[in-house]
């Protein structure tokens, strides 16, 4: 069979391969894009970022109106979350977001190819049909070739996951009953994400972790703050503790964990266990073997800082490399990529890419953590501001968390920025934006904040930090 030509091929249409496809649209390459599901955008799209965006918005707003309306003088009686019609119009947006990517795709000029990609040589690709799909096997050969192939959900070699009620992130995004036990096994973003969509529509919701903490990559402040907001909402922690058995009997899932200080084992009985242990990078059946592309231990692609692979002319992106698995550090390489590929000079700063959990309060941090400064035996100081002394925050009954400012000892310039609280989620931007800039923390302390914000408490832990002395404290 003939192979059709292109200047670019990108496998996977999540946030890192369909942004590159954009990108080298603009730039003016002949671009495909492979996806092997019907949808495009990826986990992120379909069963990631912005399905658990989506309920969590839900049943955020259900939240307030069952526990927050009253101290507001509102009265509302007799409220029921439908969880059915919640999750239609989780799948509407899910809807309208992918249909988007399609957009994107025609207005760049991309050709979107539906199949399963493997490689054929180190210039050629494969595509079949995906299982049920039309259409025949064609060969695409590209001069540049970049995996996006993202992650899928790990887990532990002695659990079952039988998709039923031993489930992932997946499944959790499209119940159809609510728990009445959520067990969740892992305490991290996801996990927390998840327990907090069931724990405000009234499930029990227990998670246990192996570490002493939860969000434990994160600023240790953080997930000491988040544990107790998360508590206060009801949702019980066994942290410490090693999960050695999850089994089903029928409707019931029982899991045995051993903790850390020793003692008897914990023994939970609930009808959900949701798995969220992490993800794991994701070449099943791509051959890369046949183009020459190694794999590290943990199964990513291997690549230089150009994002090449060991195979000249392939590149990799996203979940399947090293780093964060977070979807704007898959779109920020693919954008790299594109401009690397045309003939540019792309600049990608790790260290600037922020981390966030859609929790309530939510959670961001962006730079160096206290304990990597430590850590590098680096001389820092540190500023901070409580929500409680914000009156934005007093005025919005959002009190809970603080914002971290940690600052070079001698400069002031910025290291790291850790906040917990309201809106933080879109505050952090700001953080990013004068760390960007290599901003002192006097600086931010000089530049004028709207009030009453929430994001007011930046600029009084700036102040904090450069000793200059807080406002509003
Ligand atoms: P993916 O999005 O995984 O896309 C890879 C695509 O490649 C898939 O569509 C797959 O079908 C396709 N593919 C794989 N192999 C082949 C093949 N051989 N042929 C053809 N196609 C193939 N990140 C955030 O930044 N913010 C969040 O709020 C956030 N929330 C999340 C919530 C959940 C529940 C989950 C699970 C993840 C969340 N993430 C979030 C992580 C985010 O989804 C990922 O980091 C992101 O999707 C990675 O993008 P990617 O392009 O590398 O890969």
């Known amino acids: 069979m003939p192979a059709t030509a292109y200047d670019v091929l990108i496998i996977g249409?999540?946030?890192?391969?369909?942004?590159?496809?954009?990108?080298?649209?603009?730039?003016?390459?002949?671009?495909?894009?492979?996806?092997?599901?019907?949808?495009?955008?990826?986990?992120?799209?379909?069963?990631?970022?912005?399905?658990?965006?989506?309920?969590?918005?839900?049943?955020?707003?259900?939240?307030?109106?069952?526990?927050?309306?009253?101290?507001?003088?509102?009265?509302?009686?007799?409220?029921?979350?439908?969880?059915?019609?919640?999750?239609?119009?989780?799948?509407?947006?899910?809807?309208?977001?992918?249909?988007?990517?399609?957009?994107?795709?025609?207005?760049?000029?991309?050709?979107?190819?539906?199949g399963v990609a493997s490689f054929v040589d180190a210039a050629t690709v494969q595509v079949v049909p995906a299982e049920g799909g039309n259409g025949e096997p064609q060969q695409l050969t590209?001069?540049?070739?970049?995996?996006?192939?993202?992650?899928?959900?790990?887990?532990?070699?002695?659990?079952?996951?039988?998709?039923?009620?031993?489930?992932?992130?997946?499944?959790a995004l499209a119940l159809r009953e609510l728990p009445q036990h959520l067990i969740i096994v892992g305490g991290g973003v996801i996990g927390l994400e998840l327990g907090s969509v069931y724990a405000r529509l009234g499930s029990k919701v227990s998670v246990v972790e192996y570490t002493d903490a939860i969000i434990p990559t994160m600023d240790r402040t953080l997930g000491k703050e988040l544990l107790r907001s998360l508590k206060k909402q009801g949702l019980e922690f066994y942290l410490s503790h090693k999960v050695t058995a999850v089994t089903r009997e029928g409707a019931t899932v029982k899991l045995t964990a051993s903790p850390a200080a020793g003692g008897a084992d914990l023994q939970l009985a609930g009808d959900y266990c949701l798995v969220s242990v992490g993800r794991r990078p994701y070449t099943d059946g791509l051959n890369v073997a046949a183009a020459g592309v190694e794999l590290d231990e943990k199964g990513r692609v291997k690549v230089d800082e150009d994002l090449q692979t060991t195979v000249p002319g392939i590149w990799a992106i996203g979940d399947v490399v090293r780093g964060a698995m977070l979807a704007h550090k898959a779109s920020d390489e693919g954008v790299f990529v594109a401009e690397r590929i045309a003939g540019q000079k792309p600049h990608l700063n790790y260290l600037l890419i922020p981390g966030v959990v859609y929790t309530w309060p939510e959670v961001a941090g962006v730079g160096y953590t206290e304990e990597q400064l430590q850590e590098l035996g680096r001389a820092y100081k540190a500023g901070s501001f409580p929500y409680s002394a914000s009156g934005r925050a007093v005025a919005g009954s959002d009190t809970e968390g603080l914002v971290k400012v940690l600052t070079d000892a001698q400069t002031d310039e910025i290291l790291g920025v850790h906040m917990i609280g309201p809106r933080i989620a879109d505050i952090i931007a700001e953080a990013v934006g004068v760390m960007h800039f290599r901003a002192a923390a006097e600086d931010v302390g000089m530049m004028s904040h709207a009030h009453p914000t929430y994001a007011e408490a930046f600029k009084e832990a700036c102040l904090n930090a450069a000793g200059v002395g807080a406002l509003n404290m």
Request: charge should be positive.
């Open 142 to 171: 590209a001069k540049n070739i970049i995996i996006a192939t993202g992650s899928k959900p790990s887990s532990l070699p002695f659990i079952t996951l039988d998709k039923e009620r031993v489930i992932t992130s997946t499944e």
């Open 13 to 114: 249409s999540g946030p890192g391969g369909y942004i590159a496809a954009v990108r080298c649209g603009q730039l003016g390459l002949k671009t495909a894009l492979i996806e092997k599901y019907p949808t495009l955008g990826g986990t992120c799209l379909n069963v990631g970022c912005i399905p658990s965006k989506a309920v969590l918005e839900s049943t955020e707003l259900y939240h307030k109106a069952t526990e927050q309306f009253a101290a507001h003088g509102i009265d509302a009686d007799n409220l029921r979350a439908d969880l059915p019609r919640l999750m239609a119009r989780k799948d509407q947006v899910v809807k309208k977001v992918c249909d988007g990517v399609v957009f994107l795709m025609r207005k760049n000029k991309v050709d979107v190819i539906h």
